[in-house]
């Protein structure tokens, strides 16, 4: 085949600004020597857990290919069953979160199958009609972890999670038709792509790729792709997935889902706790009265019945206590405020104590970047966040270690956002002209190397 002349392939992927990595993951990702984790193994694969290669045709819908595969991949090697069959509707994900021609992004994908799930291929196949099963979510992720370097990649697959991912393409990627380790050696960009990685080998300096083009594209649908080539984990992200393992037949207890919310304890009457949710609980068949407990979180009573050999399926969204939270500065200073996640906000509001006309909203928050609010003198200052409906919750700020804060919330009851943010107070001691270069910021920033 001539080079360039390949069968034209859709692709799919829109390219947010939350795939791309940040200046901290780019500083962290170079300090890693070696690009592998130490006791991570220099090859593995989940070849042996993976599903039939698909086709996503004459559509842009990568992610919920990419996606799907990723999910039933890690799902079926923590099941530990190689013969299980597994086979995600596409057509299900791919329903309102993108358009054939358009495409989608990797955050929608993944928040819908955090929050909403997906049913069966049988249940909406992908070029078939939409069944009645389709109201039946069956298959929900627990989370979507954010993958940025070679490093982190490799230890999630050597720990049986697939890698959700993102590439560039050039044309000649279309026309990848053996074994051989791609790297673009010609051809226009195409757009962006969306794939699941399924293994690598450090000897091939190559990642296993899981392609949605049918069997007849690369090595029977698979490519070995070249680490560092693509903006693969250099200029992009990915997702590893958590996902709780099936039950085996003739189990009798309880796996209780808690969304965005993983292990709280499952408290009885007597206050014995039971065990934790996201996990399947043995127990015997009869009536229960529980409560699920978890630091941080408002009590969760709960009421359900076990069937003998059966597993009784539960998903609870538990919410977080989220009273006042004052923060004293103890001298004067600058505070800096840093997103560890995807922030979804409208805004973040900073309120001085008593001064509610001077609030000092910042417009949603890239990843990972700082921010400075201004120099203030001693005192209290309160915060409250305001979410994409409108809705306004007070943040809880504890102390952890010497002038820094982490918040973490799940807010379900405003659309189950994920929130998490990093105040640190810088003292007036280094002089706020030189506080950017500073060796506080630079380690607040995650930035190696000595400060000015």
Not at 8 to 17: A, F, N, T
Not at 267 to 274: I, P, R, S, Y
Not at 330 to 340: A, F, K, R, W, Y
């Amino acid at each position: 085949m001539e080079k360039g002349k390949g069968k034209i392939r859709k692709l799919g992927l829109i390219i947010s600004e939350e795939i791309k990595r940040t200046d901290a993951e780019d500083a962290n990702d170079k300090s890693i020597k070696g690009h592998r984790f130490m006791a991570t193994p220099a090859t593995f694969s989940l070849k042996d857990y993976d599903t039939p290669i698909k086709d996503q045709g004459d559509c842009g819908s990568c992610v919920a290919f990419g996606s799907c595969a990723t999910f039933e991949v890690t799902k079926k090697f923590f099941d530990q069953n190689k013969t299980e069959l597994i086979d995600l509707s596409e057509a299900d994900l791919f329903d309102g979160i993108g358009t054939c021609s358009a495409g989608s992004t990797l955050e929608k994908a993944d928040s819908k199958l955090q929050n909403t799930g997906v049913c069966t291929e049988a249940c909406w196949p992908y070029n078939g009609s939409k069944q009645a099963c389709a109201a039946t979510k069956s298959f929900k992720i627990l989370a979507a972890n954010r993958i940025s370097s070679d490093a982190a990649a490799k230890a999630a697959i050597a720990a049986g999670h697939a890698v959700q991912f993102a590439m560039d393409v050039n044309t000649d990627y279309f026309d990848v038709d053996s074994d051989k380790v791609y790297s673009p050696e010609y051809g226009d960009y195409a757009g962006g792509h969306c794939q699941s990685i399924i293994g690598y080998d450090d000897s091939m300096g190559a990642w296993l790729v899981k392609n949605s083009w049918g069997p007849t594209w690369g090595f029977k649908g698979y490519a070995w792709v070249a680490y560092g080539v693509c903006g693969i984990f250099r200029d992009y992200v990915g997702y590893s997935y958590d996902v709780t393992s099936t039950p085996p037949v003739g189990t009798t207890g309880v796996n209780i889902t808690t969304t965005g919310t993983q292990k709280a304890n499952i408290v009885d009457g007597t206050g014995a706790t039971l065990g934790q949710t996201d996990e399947v609980v043995p127990l015997a068949a009869g009536s229960y009265n529980v409560t699920l407990k978890k630091a941080g979180y408002q009590d969760y009573p709960l009421q359900f019945t076990v069937t003998d050999k059966q597993v009784t399926m539960l998903t609870v969204t538990m919410v977080p206590l989220a009273p006042l939270g004052d923060i004293a500065l103890p001298s004067d200073g600058v505070l800096m405020v840093m997103s560890i996640m995807g922030t979804k906000t409208g805004a973040l509001i900073i309120q001085e104590k008593g001064y509610p006309e001077l609030d000092v909203p910042l417009k949603t928050l890239p990843n990972y970047k700082s921010r400075s609010l201004g120099n203030f003198a001693a005192g209290d200052l309160t915060f409250k966040l305001t979410d994409t409906k409108g809705m306004h919750h007070n943040i809880i700020a504890k102390s952890s270690g010497e002038n820094l804060w982490l918040v973490w919330m799940r807010l379900g009851t405003s659309g189950a956002y994920n929130y998490a943010f990093q105040f640190k107070f810088i003292p007036d001691t280094e002089g706020i002209d030189n506080l950017m270069t500073s060796e506080t910021m630079l380690n607040f920033l995650g930035i190696p190397g000595e400060g000015k």
